[in-house]
């Protein structure tokens, strides 16, 4: 009984590590120039106002395109084509939204963190028009540091790119499932 006690907490601490084994290494440098849509493309920013999980970067894709790392009190621009998008933040888990973007405008995307059971998980929620219309999102969206990805980061994902597919084959089942009311939907409009 000792011994698959032992076993067990040998397995559970090795989990723990692995569940842990979000990039370490400084991933992103501060943006040196001023990121603009231009007619032909959307920006989209990835923003991480919240506290929760700081110490985690949560990678988020464009469908099977990874963007890139979002730390904490960090912004990650993202100049995407116009149209339909299901971004995908990924951690112990992976969740979604949906995008319909318009050329020339600018977007803000939420990247919320949550508990999980081995480390913090991600959801992304959309910064509608009627939100940037507050003084309290518009003090974090400017207090937010622009950011660029260093090399690290896309080769962090690429030799991640199975176990980051596999999560996203297991979660989006899940997300489909949820009434369309519930899954996060970031509008044409809401871009400024």
Not at 151 to 169: C, F, G, H, I, L
Request: contains cysteine.
């Amino acid at each position: 009984m000792k011994s698959l006690f032992k076993a067990f907490m040998v397995a559970g601490a090795l989990l723990v590590a692995g569940g842990c084994a979000s990039p370490n290494m400084k991933l992103s440098d501060p943006a040196t120039a001023e990121v603009v849509p231009g007619a032909d493309k959307a920006l989209v920013y990835f923003l991480r106002p919240k506290e929760i999980g700081f110490k985690i970067h949560a990678a988020v894709y464009d469908g099977d395109e990874f963007v890139g790392f979002v730390p904490y009190n960090q912004k990650l621009p993202y100049l995407a084509e116009p149209g339909e998008h299901m971004f995908m933040v990924v951690s112990e888990a992976a969740d979604f939204m949906k995008a319909d973007l318009l050329p020339g405008k600018t977007y803000y995307v939420q990247v919320v963190p949550r508990m999980g059971a081995w480390r913090a998980r991600f959801s992304l929620w959309p910064v509608t028009g009627e939100h940037l219309a507050t003084e309290s999102v518009r003090k974090w969206i400017d207090a937010a540091r622009p950011i660029t990805n260093k090399p690290a980061a896309y080769e962090w994902a690429e030799n991640n790119r199975t176990s980051v597919m596999q999560k996203k084959d297991a979660y989006f089942a899940k997300w489909q499932t949820k009434q369309a009311d519930k899954q996060p939907y970031l509008a044409p409009d809401d871009g400024e």
